[in-house]
């Protein structure tokens, strides 16, 4: 997403300067090329020689440096870039910025550019709270600046509070936000993620390989698209994927049929990627089972609801999209669950392969429409596996606003 993007990090006089450095280096990771301007402040807290090597671009710290061909600095690089940083953003060039002045590098680039400008503050805390700096963050937000809240912590003045610079992870995703089109604004959508632990007594329990990450990965790249997500999740050990995704988290599949259920009249496409159990042990035992003299103990199962399939008997206008995790004969079930469970999409994925399935960040899938047509999706990120996903249900969106009758009522 940010390769051949040219961004402008601008760097002011803060001690969370030193983190910028691993900013440059995670943008220029992806693909990016970064052109580093500082101001005067900035320059006592690291060096423009770091930003430099790092960037293999000239740092510009004096207004009145030109580039090669003679154009003038600021106006040249604002004009060529898809993005300015300010990272991190002191009270200082807020309140500078806010108010119209430009009398430095930085101050001068942002009024000259008319791309997106997105600022991480970091301060004290006090300084952050304060009614000025306040009232110049709101300024600055409603002429559409863009903004990472602080994150609270230990500061470097020794004080805690909110006035840390947002983690560089959560600054990449929004800058990836930034250039992500919004094609599911308005659409809420509910994504079931990870196992489920059916329990057999106090300290034991069934359950399988899935990790979660297919369905955190479909959670976090909905949001970006400007969907309003719903995380359903089994017990999983990732960090969520975004702040602003809320996670519900469930253990057995009775526990995920019910949060489904009452979330369902709100949303307008369910992504099921969970891997439900389709048994539980009939009686969950009180006390823990303890060791047999002949050394066999029978387990009596029964089934769980199908909770995908209840949805495609009770869906309105939802799009359903269901999962199939196969280890031989994909295409036959996969067509056969998506007929049966009444589903717009299947995402058929042989977890017999390498690199696919359960507890890889990688997967290799094929889609497959109530139209009967197909996708093959070769071994990509999960997180690119669940962007094409995501165009599909964007299409199937698309069609259905275009075949709904007059009036458009839900
Ligand atoms: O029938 P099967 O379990 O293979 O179907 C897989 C799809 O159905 C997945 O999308 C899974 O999340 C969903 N499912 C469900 N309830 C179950 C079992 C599976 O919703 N009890």
Redesign the pocket.
């Given at each position: 997403m940010l390769k051949n993007k040219e961004i402008i990090l601008g760097v002011t006089g803060g001690i969370a300067a030193y983190k910028t450095v691993e900013l440059l280096r995670e943008l220029s990771k992806r693909g990016a090329n970064v052109h580093v301007v500082m101001t005067q402040n900035a320059q006592r807290f690291i060096t423009p020689l770091t930003f430099q090597t790092l960037s293999g671009n000239p740092v510009l710290c004096d207004m009145f440096q030109l580039l090669e061909d003679s154009k003038i600095g600021h106006v040249a690089l604002a004009d060529s870039a898809d993005l300015m940083v300010i990272a991190p953003a002191t009270a200082n060039i807020l309140g500078k910025i806010a108010n119209g002045i430009a009398d430095d590098f930085v101050t001068t680039m942002v009024m000259a550019t008319k791309v997106p400008v997105l600022f991480a503050p970091s301060m004290n805390v006090n300084m952050w709270e304060s009614d000025i700096v306040q009232r110049n963050v709101e300024r600055l937000k409603a002429h559409r600046y863009e903004f990472m809240d602080p994150a609270e912590g230990d500061l470097a003045c020794g004080s805690v509070g909110k006035g840390r610079m947002a983690d560089i992870e959560e600054i990449i995703e929004k800058i990836e936000d930034i250039f992500t089109t919004k094609d599911l604004t308005g659409q809420h959508v509910l994504i079931?993620a990870g196992p489920t632990l059916e329990p057999i007594d106090p300290v034991r329990y069934i359950t399988n390989r899935s990790t979660g990450r297919m369905g955190f990965a479909l959670a976090k790249m909905a949001r970006r698209r400007g969907a309003e997500v719903t995380l359903i999740t089994g017990p999983h050990y990732l960090s969520v994927p975004r702040r602003d995704i809320p996670q519900i988290v469930v253990n057995d599949?009775r526990e995920m049929h019910d949060a489904v259920a009452g979330c369902f009249d709100d949303c307008q496409i369910v992504i099921?990627?969970?891997?439900?159990?389709?048994f539980r042990p009939q009686d969950v035992l009180e006390e823990k089972i303890t060791k047999r003299k002949n050394g066999s103990y029978c387990l009596e199962m029964e089934k769980?609801?199908?909770?995908?399939?209840e949805l495609g008997e009770k869906k309105r206008n939802h799009i359903l999209v269901?999962?199939?995790?196969e280890t031989s004969e994909l295409m036959e079930?996969a067509e056969v669950?998506l007929q049966e469970?009444k589903l717009d999409l299947i995402v058929a994925n042989d977890v017999t392969q390498p690199g696919a399935g359960f507890g890889v960040d990688t997967n290799r899938v094929k889609i497959l429409d109530a139209f009967g047509k197909v996708r093959t999706v070769p071994l990509l990120s999960k997180d690119e596996v669940a962007h094409i996903i995501l165009d599909h249900v964007v299409k199937l969106v698309k069609k259905k606003e275009k075949d709904r009758p007059w009036p458009r009522n839900w």
């Amino acid at each position: 997403m940010l390769k051949n993007k040219e961004i402008i990090l601008g760097v002011t006089g803060g001690i969370a300067a030193y983190k910028t450095v691993e900013l440059l280096r995670e943008l220029s990771k992806r693909g990016a090329n970064v052109h580093v301007v500082m101001t005067q402040n900035a320059q006592r807290f690291i060096t423009p020689l770091t930003f430099q090597t790092l960037s293999g671009n000239p740092v510009l710290c004096d207004m009145f440096q030109l580039l090669e061909d003679s154009k003038i600095g600021h106006v040249a690089l604002a004009d060529s870039a898809d993005l300015m940083v300010i990272a991190p953003a002191t009270a200082n060039i807020l309140g500078k910025i806010a108010n119209g002045i430009a009398d430095d590098f930085v101050t001068t680039m942002v009024m000259a550019t008319k791309v997106p400008v997105l600022f991480a503050p970091s301060m004290n805390v006090n300084m952050w709270e304060s009614d000025i700096v306040q009232r110049n963050v709101e300024r600055l937000k409603a002429h559409r600046y863009e903004f990472m809240d602080p994150a609270e912590g230990d500061l470097a003045c020794g004080s805690v509070g909110k006035g840390r610079m947002a983690d560089i992870e959560e600054i990449i995703e929004k800058i990836e936000d930034i250039f992500t089109t919004k094609d599911l604004t308005g659409q809420h959508v509910l994504i079931t993620a990870g196992p489920t632990l059916e329990p057999i007594d106090p300290v034991r329990y069934i359950t399988n390989r899935s990790t979660g990450r297919m369905g955190f990965a479909l959670a976090k790249m909905a949001r970006r698209r400007g969907a309003e997500v719903t995380l359903i999740t089994g017990p999983h050990y990732l960090s969520v994927p975004r702040r602003d995704i809320p996670q519900i988290v469930v253990n057995d599949a009775r526990e995920m049929h019910d949060a489904v259920a009452g979330c369902f009249d709100d949303c307008q496409i369910v992504i099921m990627a969970a891997a439900v159990a389709d048994f539980r042990p009939q009686d969950v035992l009180e006390e823990k089972i303890t060791k047999r003299k002949n050394g066999s103990y029978c387990l009596e199962m029964e089934k769980n609801p199908d909770i995908l399939k209840e949805l495609g008997e009770k869906k309105r206008n939802h799009i359903l999209v269901g999962f199939a995790a196969e280890t031989s004969e994909l295409m036959e079930h996969a067509e056969v669950k998506l007929q049966e469970k009444k589903l717009d999409l299947i995402v058929a994925n042989d977890v017999t392969q390498p690199g696919a399935g359960f507890g890889v960040d990688t997967n290799r899938v094929k889609i497959l429409d109530a139209f009967g047509k197909v996708r093959t999706v070769p071994l990509l990120s999960k997180d690119e596996v669940a962007h094409i996903i995501l165009d599909h249900v964007v299409k199937l969106v698309k069609k259905k606003e275009k075949d709904r009758p007059w009036p458009r009522n839900w």
